[in-house]
């Protein structure tokens, strides 16, 4: 069998196994965050953290919740790294400078795990489950509950309420995340993934000599880390190293893990709003595009251009041989597509157009299907969009899921749709006009430009992965990329929020002859075409210096 059709039947091997999964683990969703009853263990965590989980909040109580909580996870991962030195199971390894575990801190907590160090020769087994397997967690958590609370200001009417947000946060982590990851680590030990706490050891190479490596608690960090969205890897060659990614089967479940959750969510967002044909619409939007980006990335690389690339039968470079082009291609869009970050393959060794579709994934706000509960808030918040613009074609007031969409609405969402862009654009041009930032480029011309835009897209979208051929551990990077990290995770939240509680406040509006039917097939196709009209025209001058100049080179 070809590359081709291999990478074809993989494709529609995962697209089986996430229409298998999507009803039950969608519906499940809906009833955590719908029942009102409270496990003993989550009883035991509410007392422990002093928190009434029966109280519900409004949206600036919410939003105190997600900060002060996400806060206190930053002091603690720094704090973790900068005693590393004294700590148990440190593997010799010492603290971590001032810097880098700032960076670090504010990476794993806003969900982004940016990674600007090698995890082997860095991060003791006390770091790297206490502190960063830990906040693969909550982190995860967080951003499902934001959704969640988006998803009540639809279905609530007359009341600023949107839930409690210490019991979304424990039910996610305790009834959903910790189970389906338990599952997860098991399989891929099942498929050879390590799961130790062993010491440093001398390994013998094939060609004569050693080398040094450590074990650790990989599967488990592994297993969230793709379910949870979060990406980053306890090696340095993340899920291309085979102790996290042994087998082509192991690839094609990492891929499953990221994509579960973000696609059940539209089925949980439909039980909750009592249509689910609204879950559809959304899922099919979300569908379209990743499939589109599958087979345009696949596109780029199976192109036979050069005697390299003919003799190989693909673009190879950067690859790993056991995963192939079309395993490697499915999890650069999924991982870019969402906020995972973690790869299988070299980014920056994908052509320049194969690189330019992992940028443009993370560019359109990582939406489709997105991360762990952040894919859905965005979309949903494209939809809101979407809707205002059918209703000046038309010239009607705008209504989603019986709601008005006024101008505080309209506020809200654009607003949220220009952070992103902003961190990212801004923080590109300060780093290509000053000396410092740019001797931190290995490649000059496109590619140099493509490696700090890529940098930069995937801190403020809370994604993660890296072009490579920059070093990003320096003061400037982790600064910048540790701010872009902070405000493009939180700055959106407040937004979401806010838009939560407006909505929830409203009276519902009728359905009449003249309301959008946002479950239908052309409202989907609005929605993608608003999708990418508006990241084309808020990134095409800088994709153009970029990764579209070198693929039209």
Known sequence: MGPVPAGVL???????????????????????????????????????????????MRW???????????????????????????????????SVG????????VSFVTNTN???????????????????????????????????????????ARTGEIGNFWADLVRGTVRILVPMAAVA?????????????????????????????????????EAIKELGTNGGGYFNANSAHPFENPTPFSNLFEIFLILVIPFALTRAFGVMVGSVKQGYAILAAMAVIWVGFVALMMWTEFAHRGPALQAAGASMEGKEVRFGVGGSSIFAVSTTLTSTGAVDS????????????????????????????????????????AVFIAGLMVGRTP??????????????????????????????????????????MLNPGAHGFSEVLYAYTSAANNNGSAFAGLNAN??????????????????????????????????????????????????????????LIITGLTYFPALALGPLAEGLA
């Open 474 to 531: 320096t003061d400037w990077f982790n600064a910048t990329t540790g701010l872009a990290m902070l405000l493009g995770r939180f700055l959106p939240m407040v937004f979401v929020l806010a838009l939560a509680g407006s909505l929830a406040g409203q009276k519902p509006v009728p359905v009449t002859a003249g309301t959008l039917r946002t479950e239908k097939p052309l409202f989907a196709g609005l929605l993608v075409g608003a999708i």
């Open 114 to 156: 940016w990674q600007s160090y090698y995890g082997e020769q860095t991060m003791g087994h006390v770091v790297q489950t206490t502190g960063l397997a830990v906040q693969n967690f909550v982190s995860a958590a967080v951003g499902i509950a934001v959704a969640v609370a988006l998803v009540r200001g639809f279905a609530r």
């Open 346 to 385: 070299f980014h920056s060794s994908f052509t320049g157009l194969g690189g330019g579709i992992t940028m443009l994934g993370m560019m359109l706000g990582e939406i489709a299907p997105g991360g762990t509960g952040s894919g859905l808030y965005g979309i949903l918040i494209m939809a809101v969009i």
């Open 98 to 105: 001032p810097a880098q575990s700032f960076n670090t801190a």
């Open 399 to 440: 209504e989603y899921l019986g709601k008005k969409i006024g101008s505080r609405q309209i506020k809200l969402a654009a607003v949220y749709i220009l952070i992103t862009p902003a961190l990212v654009l801004v923080f590109s041009a300060f780093a290509m006009a000053l000396p410092t930032p740019r001797h931190s």
């Open 10 to 56: 993989q494709l529609l091997a995962l697209l089986g196994a996430l229409a298998l999964v999507h009803v039950p683990l969608g519906s499940y969703m809906a009833r955590v965050y719908s029942s009102g009853r409270h496990l003993r263990v989550e009883k035991w965590i509410y007392k422990g953290i002093g928190a009434n989980p029966d109280t519900e």
């Open 185 to 221: 680590a098991v399989i891929l030990v099942a498929c050879g993934a390590i799961q130790n706490f062993s010491g440093i050891h001398e390994v013998g190479q094939f060609m004569g000599g050693s080398q040094q490596w450590n074990g650790g608690a990989v599967a488990s960090q």
């Open 60 to 94: 600036l109580a919410y939003l105190r919740g997600v900060l002060a909580f996400s806060a206190a996870g930053v002091l603690f991962l720094y704090l973790l790294q900068r005693l590393q030195g004294v700590l148990p199971g440190s593997l010799g390894f010492s």
